[in-house]
């Protein structure tokens, strides 16, 4: 497939929530598109394409039914609920911009998000349901959002551009405040080489999906991905027991599952028992973190099958992966999906890729329509992260002779948990908040070889103690959970360069191990 954005639909009107749904309501109206499921007995939730693409519709002429300027920012503020997922096509079905947001999240960082949006509106699920102080943004609330739902459908979708904006996800940043990544309708081409070099994807087969309902990975690879060829998109809530992901995957006869490393961890840890089968999966996907060789060797000993691994980030999703046609080089995330242009770009400048085997900068050419617009209002990091027809990662990395991909680190101090990005700068102001702190650093902190952690390297005023519990409680008011650090290193000094700038490559020396 040419991957270029000039011609075809590319150049016509074109709707990510119609090329989703439109033709699976046509063509597939009696099929279960999506199931929500949970770790007991309860039978899932199903809905058939016909039932999706109506539901769509009819919440979209509610959200019409607004008032809303065309292209409005909508935040979406709701937990693992069937309706998160409607309301995500829906506000793009009616010509506006899904603004997906984690539940991790406190009420003072989501009121950051929707102000930075400069939302129009924000829809609230059951558990922020009493949330207040969106500002001038109109709260939809769980009963405001029963009456939309009710309303007269709208007759067909918004006739959006492929390069409209479609939906903004928000990311950390170096800044220390999220920014938002904007992302244009034609991103659903864009994911088009996943579905064979990552995904293996059919259109007979069952996507289980175990992220939250509003994580980007969650949406792309457990909905949009699957819908793009009429596969049923399986995702599941309230899952506490490691146990329950085989028992949900023979239950509902998952031919693929997703997840990040953790998850396959935490089931041969707690949820694996002797003799175990799962006969309809025909193998995994693991994003968001890298997928530790011992991880693999253990899955793949234990059940038979395969995870297939790749890498990407919110600016393009994934666009580096191994799967069923391009077999698994341990301790690489994998080969650039056919139709991508993807390079290793000298770290000092310039557009020329550095050879095989030599370091570079990871860069990905702008002609991808997977790519993502731009960061929202922040033309100086467009400015910083586009090299003439390169957008150019901070992420190190070199190819082999064989075109797969390895990663060595990343140039800047983002750190990686669980999946998502965070910015240490963040971290940091929570800390100085407390009165005990005289300095603070944050960094990644390897507690094993395949598992790290945020970790705070703390510098106290004269006279206060270590209060690990008082600084996690101001972590818990101002940060989401995954955000939080999970070690506290108390320190004489941190490592500074002449000028004062905090080395955070170098926290971990102040450390006696």
Same mark, same amino acid.
């Given at each position: 497939?040419?991957?270029?954005?000039?011609?075809?639909?590319?150049?016509?009107?074109?709707?990510?929530?119609?090329?989703?749904?439109?033709?699976?309501?046509? $063509?597939?109206?009696?099929?279960?598109?999506?199931?929500?499921?949970?770790?007991?007995?309860?039978?899932?939730?199903?809905?058939?394409?016909?039932?999706?693409?109506?539901?769509?519709?009819?919440?979209?002429?509610?959200?019409?039914?607004?008032?809303?300027?065309?292209?409005?920012?909508?935040?979406?503020?709701?937990?693992?609920?069937?309706?998160?997922?409607?309301?995500?096509? &829906?506000?793009?079905?009616?010509?506006?911009?899904?603004?997906?947001?984690?539940?991790?999240?406190?009420?003072?960082?989501?009121?950051?998000?929707?102000?930075?949006?400069?939302?129009?509106?924000?829809?609230?699920?059951?558990?922020?349901?009493?949330?207040?102080?969106?500002?001038?943004?109109?709260?939809?609330?769980?009963?405001?959002?029963?009456?939309?739902?009710?309303?007269?459908?709208?007759?067909?979708?918004?006739?959006?551009?492929?390069?409209?904006?479609?939906?903004?996800?928000?990311?950390?940043?170096?800044?220390? $405040?999220?920014?938002?990544?904007?992302?244009?309708?034609?991103?659903?081409?864009?994911?088009?080489?996943?579905?064979?070099?990552?995904?293996?994807?059919?259109?007979?087969?069952?996507?289980?999906?175990?992220?939250?309902?509003?994580?980007?990975?969650?949406?792309?690879?457990?909905?949009?991905?699957?819908?793009?060829?009429?596969?049923?998109?399986?995702?599941?809530?309230?899952?506490?027991?490691?146990?329950?992901?085989?028992?949900?995957? #023979?239950?509902?006869?998952?031919?693929?599952?997703? &997840?990040?490393?953790?998850?396959?961890?935490?089931?041969?840890?707690?949820?694996?028992?002797?003799?175990?089968?799962?006969?309809?999966?025909?193998?995994?996907?693991?994003?968001?973190?890298?997928?530790?060789?011992?991880?693999?060797?253990?899955?793949?000993?234990?059940?038979?099958?395969?995870?297939?691994?790749?890498?990407?980030?919110?600016?393009?999703?994934?666009?580096?992966?191994?799967?069923?046609?391009?077999?698994?080089?341990?301790?690489?995330?994998? $080969?650039?999906?056919?139709? $991508?242009?993807?390079?290793?770009?000298?770290?000092?400048?310039?557009?020329?890729?550095?050879?095989?085997?030599?370091?570079?900068?990871?860069?990905?050419?702008?002609?991808?329509?997977?790519?993502?617009?731009?960061?929202?209002?922040?033309?100086?990091?467009?400015?910083?992260?586009?090299?003439?027809?390169?957008?150019?990662?901070?992420?190190?990395?070199?190819?082999?002779?064989?075109?797969?991909?390895?990663?060595?680190?990343?140039?800047?101090?983002?750190?990686?948990?669980?999946?998502?990005?965070?910015?240490?700068?963040?971290?940091?102001?929570?800390?100085?908040?407390?009165?005990?702190?005289?300095?603070?650093?944050?960094?990644?902190?390897?507690?094993?070889?395949?598992?790290?952690?945020?970790?705070?390297?703390?510098?106290?005023?004269?006279?206060?103690?270590?209060?690990?519990?008082?600084?996690?409680?101001?972590?818990?008011?101002?940060?989401?959970?995954?955000?939080?650090?999970?070690?506290?290193?108390?320190?004489?000094?941190?490592?500074?360069? &002449?000028?004062?700038?905090?080395?955070?490559?170098?926290?971990? #020396?102040?450390?006696?191990?």
């Amino acid at each position: 497939m040419d991957l270029g954005r000039s011609g075809g639909a590319l150049s016509e009107p074109f709707n990510l929530a119609r090329f989703s749904l439109a033709e699976n309501a046509a $063509r597939r109206a009696g099929k279960i598109g999506l199931l929500v499921a949970s770790g007991d007995d309860v039978a899932p939730v199903s809905m058939t394409f016909g039932e999706i693409g109506h539901a769509v519709l009819g919440l979209a002429g509610g959200i019409d039914g607004l008032g809303l300027e065309a292209g409005s920012r909508v935040v979406i503020r709701m937990g693992n609920e069937p309706d998160t997922i409607l309301a995500f096509f &829906a506000v793009i079905a009616a010509g506006h911009v899904a603004v997906p947001t984690s539940m991790m999240l406190t009420p003072d960082e989501a009121r950051f998000l929707v102000s930075d949006a400069g939302a129009a509106a924000v829809i609230l699920g059951r558990e922020s349901a009493d949330e207040a102080g969106y500002g001038e943004a109109r709260i939809i609330d769980p009963a405001a959002f029963a009456g939309l739902k009710a309303a007269v459908p709208l007759a067909d979708y918004a006739p959006t551009s492929a390069e409209d904006p479609a939906y903004l996800v928000y990311t950390s940043g170096t800044t220390g $405040r999220p920014k938002g990544v904007l992302h244009a309708h034609r991103v659903a081409l864009g994911r088009a080489p996943m579905r064979e070099d990552w995904l293996g994807l059919l259109e007979d087969d069952l996507v289980l999906h175990a992220g939250a309902f509003n994580w980007t990975y969650t949406l792309g690879v457990g909905v949009l991905d699957p819908w793009s060829c009429g596969a049923t998109a399986a995702l599941a809530r309230g899952v506490s027991d490691p146990a329950d992901w085989p028992r949900l995957i #023979e239950r509902l006869g998952a031919t693929i599952f997703a &997840a990040v490393p953790g998850v396959y961890r935490q089931i041969l840890k707690r949820g694996w028992a002797e003799g175990m089968r799962l006969p309809s999966l025909r193998h995994g996907l693991a994003a968001g973190e890298a997928l530790p060789i011992a991880l693999l060797d253990e899955w793949r000993a234990k059940t038979g099958l395969e995870i297939y691994e790749a890498f990407g980030m919110s600016e393009i999703s994934t666009f580096v992966s191994s799967s069923p046609t391009t077999p698994t080089k341990p301790g690489s995330p994998g $080969r650039p999906q056919r139709g $991508r242009k993807v390079a290793a770009l000298p770290v000092e400048g310039g557009e020329t890729p550095v050879p095989a085997g030599e370091t570079g900068l990871l860069a990905v050419h702008r002609s991808d329509p997977g790519l993502m617009r731009g960061y929202w209002r922040r033309p100086e990091e467009d400015e910083a992260v586009f090299r003439g027809d390169w957008f150019v990662s901070g992420d190190l990395v070199s190819f082999d002779e064989d075109g797969y991909l390895w990663h060595h680190g990343r140039a800047d101090d983002i750190m990686n948990a669980l999946g998502y990005r965070v910015s240490p700068a963040e971290v940091e102001a929570a800390l100085f908040d407390h009165p005990s702190v005289a300095d603070v650093g944050v960094a990644e902190w390897r507690v094993r070889e395949d598992l790290s952690v945020i970790a705070a390297f703390m510098v106290l005023k004269e006279g206060a103690g270590p209060d690990e519990a008082a600084l996690a409680s101001v972590c818990a008011e101002k940060l989401a959970s995954y955000k939080r650090p999970k070690i506290f290193h108390f320190v004489d000094r941190l490592p500074r360069s &002449a000028n004062g700038k905090l080395q955070r490559k170098r926290l971990g #020396e102040t450390v006696r191990r």
